[in-house]
């Protein structure tokens, strides 16, 4: 079955430390998305990619970095620069159209916090 | 720059009685809107999208939603609750910003009474 995959499902991080969170999609979409999710939040949007090698910053890049060396994968780092970075981490993926119609697809997400 | 605004962040209904959840959402030109479920500890599932083929779409689940214009509204509705229905749910609206970005409303978590 197509989908993405994120892993792990929780992770720990120790102050200071940096941590990778994986994202992997079968699904042949050229784009794909980073959001982290905060209680009464809603998502926001970390970074995006629309193609390979290419990344933009979204509304809450700080701290943050991430690659796209192949469509398939786009994991995420979360440097010792974000302060706070507790929170449900959400990984999509989404066609590349000519309109704004295309939904995105997302996997189940990534808990991190803080020892 | 559009947003979205969902009213009201916890909605709770008795089982079999009707679903009502509210969206508004500032917009210059026509949007592309979508709903989006989300159960605990899991990604958001896509339920229906609007794409101006039709003011009223039909999603899953049993799951419909009303664009209206004149009140740039785009309210989801189904018509009986079912205990299985508890989530939260999340309305969106495209925009075009370098290669169209979504905006996501601060979600409504629904509560199903038996």
């Known amino acids: 079955d197509g989908g993405i995959t994120q892993s792990p499902k929780y992770l720990f991080r120790k102050e200071g430390q940096n941590v990778t969170l994986s994202c992997e999609q079968n699904l042949n979409h050229d784009a794909m998305y980073w959001y982290r999710q905060d209680p009464g939040q809603g998502l926001r949007l970390i970074y995006y990619s629309q193609i390979v090698n290419d990344f933009q910053k979204g509304d809450i890049a700080e701290g943050y970095s991430v690659s796209r060396e192949k469509k398939e994968s786009f994991p995420l780092t979360v440097t010792s620069a974000q302060k706070n970075p507790t929170a449900f981490y959400l990984c999509a993926s989404s066609i590349v159209g000519t309109s704004g119609n295309q939904p995105q697809h997302f996997g189940d997400g990534t808990r991190l916090s803080i020892l | 720059a559009q947003s979205v605004t969902q009213l009201g962040s916890h909605v709770s209904v008795s089982e079999g009685a009707l679903v009502l959840l509210r969206c508004n959402y500032s917009s210059s030109v026509p949007p592309y809107l979508f709903w989006y479920v989300q159960y605990p500890n899991q990604g958001l599932q896509l339920l229906l999208k609007?794409?101006?083929?039709?003011?009223l779409v039909k999603g899953i689940n049993g799951f419909e939603a009303e664009f209206k214009k004149s009140e740039t509204s785009f309210h989801l509705t189904k018509p009986s609750a079912h205990m299985s229905d508890a989530a939260e749910y999340f309305c969106a609206v495209s925009e075009l910003t370098g290669g169209f970005k979504t905006i996501f409303g601060a979600g409504t978590r629904l509560f199903v009474k038996a």
């Open positions: 609007y794409t101006s083929a039709a003011t």
